[in-house]
Nanobody, 121 residues
Framework: QVQLVESGGGLVQAGGSLRLSCAAS????????VAWYRQGPGKQRELVAT???????NYADSVKGRFTISRDNAKNTVFLQMNSLNAEDTDVYYC???????????????WGAGTQVTVSS
């Protein structure tokens, strides 16, 4: 089965940086669009950033100027570069991707399992 593999989370000090990745494991699937979400205890899930098949991006106001979403189509991977991290960025980060199945000529949506980001102040 196709799945999204997330990595890059961890513990950093305030002001530090992390880069998250979200890769599609299925060989017949290509990533068309991705949204990064985050959620922590007592928080509602928040849409952080999106990127479409044309490379167009959008960001939540809370992360504009600090986070950058990008993609490497050859590696079938989407990244979230997070700079100037603060304690409010402490959350589990999830990617959701719209995938194209070249063997079935259809699209599919799938969630990653999430990766923990913890920022110490």
């Amino acid at each position: 089965q196709v799945q999204l593999v997330e990595s890059g989370g961890g513990l950093v000090q305030a002001g530090g940086s992390l880069r998250l990745s979200c890769a599609a494991s299925g060989s017949t699937f290509s990533i068309k669009a991705v949204a990064w979400y985050r959620q922590g205890p007592g928080k509602q899930r928040e849409l952080v950033a999106t990127i479409n098949s044309g490379g167009n991006t959008n960001y939540a106001d809370s992360v504009k100027g600090r986070f950058t979403i990008s993609r490497d189509n050859a590696k079938n991977t989407v990244f979230l570069q997070m700079n100037s991290l603060n304690a409010e960025d402490t959350d589990v980060y999830y990617c959701y991707a719209n995938l194209y199945d070249t063997s079935r000529y259809r699209t599919e949506g799938i969630w990653g399992a999430g990766t923990q980001v913890t920022v110490s102040s």
